[in-house]
């Protein structure tokens, strides 16, 4: 389970929980396998870019990938394909027509909650039961003020703010 968002005064601010289900290895010059399993807002604003120019950014640099280098695409899990009872959600409110977004839910747990500015911290668990526990915890606060959401359709256009 991987915790998206950022630190705060007040905790974690939380954008995504990603659980992972499973995993596609794949390079630059042999990717099929990858793209054959991928939506096509995927394929157009993560891997096209990748592989067509086959350039990557690493610590500010433009650098040439190495076609012989492995990547792994992870792939999350859903509410019909669960890890152990898990799946990734963002958290999400009702639409109204005069909606302007929400208030991230700030996550309190000494597991995910750090001072780090970079907001980093790696918590190991012993096995997947601890994963889970962990999670629901995660889930419960994020009902506090939020829905766990588990898709959202892509805006036809976007309406200035």
């Not at 974690?12 to 099929?32: G, I, K, P, Q, R």
């Not at 309190?108 to 096995?127: E, F, L, W, Y």
């Amino acid at each position: 389970m991987v915790l998206f968002g950022s630190p705060t005064k007040e905790g974690f601010a939380l954008d995504t929980v990603f659980v992972v289900l499973n995993y596609v290895e794949y390079t630059t010059s042999d990717h099929e396998a990858l793209l054959r399993q991928v939506d096509e807002t995927y394929r157009v604003v993560t891997l096209n870019p990748l592989l067509k120019g086959k350039a990557c950014i690493h610590r500010g640099k433009c650098a040439m990938q190495d076609d012989a280098k492995v990547y792994r695409s992870y792939r999350g899990a859903t509410v019909d394909e669960r890890v152990n009872g898990m799946f990734s959600f963002f958290p999400c409110q009702t639409y109204t027509e005069d909606s302007l977004g929400f208030a991230r839910p700030i996550i309190r747990m000494p597991a995910v909650t750090d001072s780090s500015p970079r907001g980093i911290k790696i918590t190991s668990c012993r096995n997947l039961d601890e994963v889970k526990n962990r999670w629901e915890e995660v889930a419960e606060q994020v009902m506090k003020t939020c829905f766990l959401g588990v898709f959202a359709e892509m805006p036809l256009e976007c309406k200035p703010i």
